[in-house]
């Protein structure tokens, strides 16, 4: 079964700064994809950004981009030019291309709380 | 606002009551998944349909657990005989998914459930 590591439980940075948030996983597949969900208080979930594991470059979305690294099944997510509502939890996630098995669902990290300083 | 929607909200409820939550995904959706997400917690695979048929169950979906999607649209989990354990915020998203393609999961709101 695959397993999404965040070893940061909580991350601060200030305002207009930049961020990088970390998330490692572990899988025997050579194909899939990875996912960045952002998670505001008390407010649903958002996608900010994915990636697929055929691809060579990184991902990017306006303020947010990744870094992936398939040996290393590294994922990480930064967040250029940090703002007051970036404020959230941030989960990573993976999701394989094979179906059944209880496969087709995400598999989610613990998540990252991104504070905002002022 | 044409987003995934789930009702209620929130629920509070007695140990060994039954509840029921419905989600409505985003209009044409033919995917739609369960997921439950405790405190502190990333959320975790429940279960999903494609269209009406439910296609994979998650080894977390008890006996006491089922959901139905009767005519490829909206979709309800039912709790039976609640316990204190099943506290939590139950995510429901949906997708647009073709054969060999990924689908994003577009999330709703979630209804958190109490057990008291």
């Known amino acids: 079964a695959q397993t999404v590591t965040q070893s940061q439980p909580e991350m601060s940075v200030q305002e207009a700064e930049t961020v990088t948030l970390s998330c490692t996983y572990d899988t025997s597949e050579s194909d899939y994809y990875l996912f960045w969900y952002k998670q505001p208080p008390s407010r649903q979930m958002i996608l900010v950004i994915r990636q697929e594991a055929y691809k060579q470059q990184n991902a990017t979305e306006n303020r947010f981009s990744v870094n992936f690294q398939k040996a290393a099944k590294s994922f990480s997510l930064k967040i250029s030019d940090s703002q007051l509502g970036d404020a959230a939890m941030y989960f990573c996630a993976y999701r394989t291309l094979l179906s059944g098995g209880g496969a087709d669902g995400l598999t989610f990290g613990k998540g990252t709380h991104l504070i905002i300083q002022p | 606002d044409t987003g995934v929607s789930q009702d209620p909200r929130h629920k509070i409820t007695k140990r060994g009551q039954n509840v029921t939550f419905r989600c409505d995904p985003i209009?044409?959706?033919?995917?739609l998944y369960w997921y439950r997400q405790t405190l502190g917690q990333g959320p975790e695979f429940l279960t999903y349909?494609?269209?009406?048929?439910?296609?994979?169950k998650s080894r977390l979906l008890s006996d006491r657990f089922s959901a139905e999607r009767p005519k490829g649209s909206f979709s309800t989990l039912e709790i039976q005989r609640t316990e204190q354990g099943d506290s939590a915020m139950y995510l429901c998203?949906?997708?647009?998914?073709?054969?060999?393609?990924?689908?994003?999961?577009?999330f709703g709101p979630g209804t958190r459930l109490t057990v008291l």
């Open positions: 209009s044409e959706h033919n995917r």
């Open positions: 349909f494609q269209n009406e048929a439910q296609l994979e």
């Open positions: 998203a949906s997708s647009l998914a073709w054969a060999s393609s990924t689908d994003t999961q577009y």
